[in-house]
């Protein structure tokens, strides 16, 4: 099997926002370059969103959970819909491995590989979307106590470029099983993955408004996104500096928040130190 990147994948196309169920430029129509890390060639471009394309995929997603069928939708059909989704990416796995692989610049086969995943998590989920319990408490005297696991409502998303696919899987799979509605921040340097995935969602049924993917870069998008007062709950991962800035934008919300933050510093000392051992030799 060839494990380089393929050249050809997205070559001049027009990547777009998915905003309310459709495919959207930025409403500025500012675009940005995609380059690819393997060669360092632009082989497409993506929309360079703001904080009004960010507003209206809040609201659309707000409108789907409170008012739309999304909200409406019983938890065996939105595991029907992940279940369905899952396949889809299987089916498509080869065209989604090609994205992943020349987006990021890791190799075929680990794009590959990312690709499963991300069609494990959604399958997983779909399985557990009508499996989530409560629990009955027992009190003294004449009461009945109870817990109800519920959705938060609007669930932002912030993922990095290391691995797009497996974390959506992660982020989208989890949040659509349990009702609640997305909005999706990829990070501009590898999101087209995920902007693909979005589209299969719509094809697998996934009501219009339910899961948004909004591109652009952090200070621009990111930024009002995590700060946005319809938003419910944010979920991040990336950078310790950048997670800081999320959790106090959300605090001004009261608004939880999920993060995971580094990892990557021994590894790159490791690295380091084995360059430099060989550069002695």
Known sequence: MNNSPDNNAAQNSACMNIIDGRLCDAKSGRRM???SPSDGIVFTTMPESDADDIDTAVRAAHTAWSNGPWGKMSAVERGRILLRLSQLISNNSA???ALESRDTGKPLKQGIADIVGCARYFEYYGGAADKIHGDTIPVAGDFLALTLREPHGVV???IPWNYPAQILGRVAGAGLAMGNALV???AEDACL???R??????EAGLPAGAFNVVTGTGREAGAPLSAHPGIDFVTFTGSPATGTAI???AAVNNRGVTMELGGKFSLMLILMLLCQWLSMR
């Open 156 to 158: 932002a998303g912030i």
């Open 33 to 35: 370059d995609v380059v």
């Open 184 to 186: 999706l921040k990829p």
């Open 95 to 97: 065209e989604l491995a």
């Open 197 to 202: 995935i979005a589209e299969l969602a719509l």
């Open 193 to 195: 993955s995920v902007l």
């Open 247 to 249: 959790q106090r934008a």
